[in-house]
């Protein structure tokens, strides 16, 4: 039962060099095999070529392990047996000797623990839809609240109430910024009426953002909202559409908590035929691109320093 760091990952921590985490339930809960190892694979190289050292992180048999090697990571989409493991499940896979996925939150906790700033994923948890009944508040939020690492991804899962998560973001004292854009990115579009704390346009910016908010000892995390690409953006007003459907579809089914989630996805890809999938992955690798971006600028800062 321990933290097992890839070599190159500790080296890289070690001297400076530019580390991004990435998650891995997309490995295990996120696609079917082999899709799902091979975008994986396709994020680590993204990363790789823009000049950062990717970090896919994992329970493994107990362990949790930073820097899956591709042997772990082809197992990790093949097990039937594998955990979702967020910040409340750590230690009981670890206890227990499991293989677990982790999600954004645990993926944090663990980036921090070994002094890694840069976490890219796709989107983030947020306050559900109909929160004011079910009390459906993501663990996203409240890790964004106190561990300080930054986010990169395409804003909140365009299934969630929006508007509601930026507020509860901004009572929990955490910055969103937008990379090159005002409105807020919604996963596979750009909401047209909500706005983001700040504008920011190079990753030069982000870097500096990130690294002054280490020297002041912050608590809280930053949230880098990278709209998807154009070309495979889905029109605003076409999606919701979609995701009301979806929602329908899944009261009718009596779907409820954990599950809601990636029954909405799995069920908005088939309404989309697969549109939305397709929007899904490319907006990771436009992430994976910027975080490595965000990650070199952090070490050249410090290095400068």
Same mark, same amino acid.
């Not at 890839?6 to 070690?14: D, H, N």
């Not at 329970?59 to 097990?79: A, F, H, K, S, T």
């Not at 509601?164 to 854009?181: A, D, I, N, R, S």
């Given at each position: 039962?321990?933290?097992?760091?890839?070599?190159?990952?500790?080296?890289?921590?070690?001297?400076?060099?530019?580390?991004?985490?990435? /998650?891995?339930?997309? &490995?295990?809960?996120?696609?079917? #095999?082999?899709?799902?190892?091979?975008?994986?694979?396709?994020?680590?190289?993204?990363?790789?070529?823009?000049?950062?050292?990717?970090?896919?992180?994992?329970?493994?048999?107990?362990?949790?392990?930073?820097? $899956?090697?591709?042997?772990?990571?082809?197992?990790?989409?093949?097990?039937?047996? =594998? $955990?979702?493991?967020?910040?409340?499940?750590?230690?009981?896979?670890?206890?227990?000797?499991?293989?677990?996925?982790?999600?954004?939150?645990?993926?944090?906790?663990?980036?921090?623990?070994?002094?890694?700033?840069?976490? =890219?994923?796709?989107?983030?948890?947020?306050?559900?839809?109909?929160?004011?009944?079910?009390?459906?508040?993501?663990?996203?939020?409240?890790?964004?609240?106190?561990?300080?690492?930054? =986010? =990169?991804?395409?804003?909140?899962?365009?299934?969630?109430?929006?508007?509601?998560? $930026? /507020?509860?973001?901004?009572?929990?004292?955490?910055?969103?910024?937008? #990379?090159?854009?005002?409105?807020?990115?919604?996963? #596979?579009?750009?909401?047209?009426?909500?706005?983001?704390?700040?504008?920011?346009?190079?990753?030069?910016?982000?870097?500096?953002? &990130?690294?002054?908010?280490?020297?002041?000892?912050?608590?809280?995390?930053?949230?880098?909202?990278?709209?998807?690409?154009?070309?495979?953006?889905?029109?605003?007003?076409?999606?919701?559409?979609?995701?009301?459907?979806?929602?329908?579809?899944?009261?009718?089914?009596?779907?409820?908590?954990?599950?809601?989630?990636?029954?909405?996805?799995?069920?908005?890809?088939?309404?989309?035929?697969?549109?939305?999938?397709?929007?899904?992955?490319?907006?990771?690798?436009?992430?994976?691109?910027?975080?490595?971006?965000?990650?070199?600028?952090?070490?050249?800062? $410090?290095?400068?320093?």
């Amino acid at each position: 039962m321990k933290i097992r760091i890839s070599q190159e990952v500790a080296y890289a921590l070690a001297n400076n060099l530019p580390v991004v985490a990435l /998650e891995s339930t997309i &490995i295990s809960h996120g696609m079917p #095999y082999p899709q799902n190892v091979e975008i994986a694979i396709k994020v680590e190289e993204i990363v790789r070529a823009n000049g950062a050292l990717p970090a896919t992180i994992a329970i493994i048999g107990g362990d949790v392990v930073v820097g $899956l090697d591709e042997d772990e990571i082809e197992e990790l989409g093949q097990r039937k047996d =594998v $955990l979702k493991v967020s910040r409340r499940d750590l230690g009981y896979a670890m206890a227990t000797k499991k293989w677990g996925a982790t999600t954004v939150a645990a993926t944090m906790v663990i980036a921090a623990k070994v002094g890694i700033k840069v976490f =890219v994923t796709g989107g983030v948890g947020g306050v559900h839809r109909g929160a004011s009944e079910s009390f459906d508040i993501s663990s996203d939020l409240d890790e964004l609240a106190r561990t300080n690492i930054a =986010v =990169v991804c395409a804003g909140p899962k365009a299934i969630l109430d929006i508007e509601k998560t $930026l /507020e509860y973001l901004e009572t929990k004292g955490v910055p969103v910024l937008g #990379y090159k854009t005002d409105k807020m990115p919604v996963f #596979y579009t750009t909401s047209p009426s909500l706005n983001v704390l700040y504008r920011v346009d190079t990753s030069s910016e982000i870097a500096s953002i &990130i690294n002054a908010s280490h020297a002041l000892g912050l608590e809280s995390g930053i949230l880098v909202v990278n709209p998807i690409p154009k070309e495979e953006a889905m029109p605003y007003k076409d999606i919701e559409k979609v995701i009301d459907e979806a929602i329908d579809d899944m009261k009718k089914v009596g779907v409820k908590g954990k599950e809601e989630t990636p029954y909405l996805l799995s069920r908005i890809n088939e309404l989309t035929k697969g549109k939305s999938q397709i929007a899904n992955e490319a907006l990771i690798i436009n992430n994976a691109k910027l975080g490595a971006s965000i990650a070199k600028h952090i070490c050249r800062e $410090l290095y400068e320093d």
